[in-house]
């Protein structure tokens, strides 16, 4: 029997209402929904891919993390970074932002935009970030009532369009190695009121490539735990430290690649998405002879739902905007079995991964919400 989805728990307790209760708790606005405590400074750490079940599993090798109040958010659909950031710097869900995913329709142009890297088709003209994702973001609405926010985090994303997208409104303070977003957490905290957020990535790096649980990804998690517990003795009296995560990870068994199972290729205009959430998008007219042969072929392995399906279930959030419909599949196909959607042709190193996320399962979608505190 298919298991049941973990739906996004929108407007109550997913990532997309913690921007909102941060800036709450810092007095601004009234979007205060997982009731933070008042604070003049908060830091909000970000560890790409610290699932809840994950770290729940390795607690014995984060013993501060471990030790810290906790409580689990669902990540948002689909379960992967830019979906995040996009839920993070904007406080609504996905289908109110628009950035549903990692590789993405551009409607109207037969071309796919890697979100993550920011890149198209050569020869296609670069897309503009603000005109991508037009929302005002919470930096941007923390600086229009007098609270700074600043993001600490690699040089190499600084600029990029992703970050032109999801962060618009921070200082950006570019710091490549523990000891330096240590330091940069530190001076932007000793403002007297100060919203900070700092990012980590190489967990779920290493995640992605050995799996997790591995010995590379528990080093890496030994390395989160020091970096948080330095971050939590930096905190200047009436401060919160809140450590979070954009997604879990899931270890796959099984690899089924879309670009050669016949029945996946026929009718398919361009495949997007990610490995566990699959936007398909055929050719005209095509929607319901795709469906069917994927819902044959993945049977038993994955949630396969027409547009129309998956908007009403919910799992982009309570509406989808018109205007961003064009960006989901006419089919979604969105794995429950340890197995990932892999296109090896297109793209030769994701298909190489261990391990992946994206799709509606708990160990993708929940993620931590821990805290520190010196109020
Ligand atoms: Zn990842």
């Known amino acids: 029997m298919e298991p049941t989805p973990t739906i996004p728990a929108y407007g109550g307790s997913s990532l997309a209402d913690l ?125 229009a009532d007098g609270v700074a926010s600043t993001y600490v985090a690699p040089a190499a994303f600084e600029g990029t369009g992703l970050t032109d997208a999801v962060y618009r409104g921070v200082s950006y303070v570019p710091a490549d190695t523990v000891d330096a977003r240590v330091a940069g957490v530190k001076a932007a905290m000793a403002e007297p009121r100060a919203h900070v957020t700092v990012y980590y990535g190489d967990l779920d790096a290493a995640g992605h490539m050995t799996g997790w649980g591995s010995e590379e990804w528990l080093d890496q998690l030994a390395i989160v735990d020091r970096m948080a517990e330095r971050l939590a003795e930096t905190l200047p009296p009436g401060s919160a430290l809140y450590v979070t995560a954009d997604h879990g990870m899931i270890n796959v068994t099984e690899k089924i690649d879309a670009e050669t199972v016949p029945a996946l290729v026929e009718g398919v205009a361009m495949l997007g998405g990610d490995a566990r959430a699959r936007h398909v998008y055929t050719v005209d007219g095509g929607a319901a002879d795709t469906l069917a042969a994927w819902r044959e072929t993945l049977s038993g392995k994955a949630w396969v739902v027409s547009r129309q399906e998956a908007v009403e279930s919910g799992w982009f959030g309570p509406v989808v905007r018109q205007r961003w419909l064009g960006r989901i599949g006419d089919v979604v196909a969105v794995p429950y079995a340890d197995c990932a959607i892999i296109t090896a042709a297109s793209h030769p190193i994701e298909a190489l991964f261990t391990g992946y996320h994206g799709s509606l399962t708990p160990i993708e979608q929940h993620v931590p919400l821990l805290e520190v505190s010196t109020r």
């Open 19 to 143: 921007p909102r209760s941060l800036l709450g708790a810092l007095g601004v606005g009234d979007g205060n929904v997982l009731g933070l405590e008042p604070a003049r400074r908060v830091c909000l750490f970000l560890v790409d891919g610290l699932g809840a079940e994950l770290l729940r599993a390795h607690a014995d090798r984060a013993p501060f993390l471990s030790g810290l109040t906790s409580r689990v958010l669902t990540a948002g659909f689909p379960a992967t970074t830019v979906t995040s950031l996009c839920s993070l710097g904007t406080g609504v869900p996905p289908g109110d932002h628009g950035m549903l995913g990692m590789l993405l329709a551009v409607p109207g142009t037969g071309h796919l935009l890697n979100c993550l890297r920011w890149t198209l088709p050569r020869g296609v003209e670069p897309m503009d970030p603000a005109t991508w994702q037009p929302a005002t973001t919470v930096y941007q609405q923390a600086y």
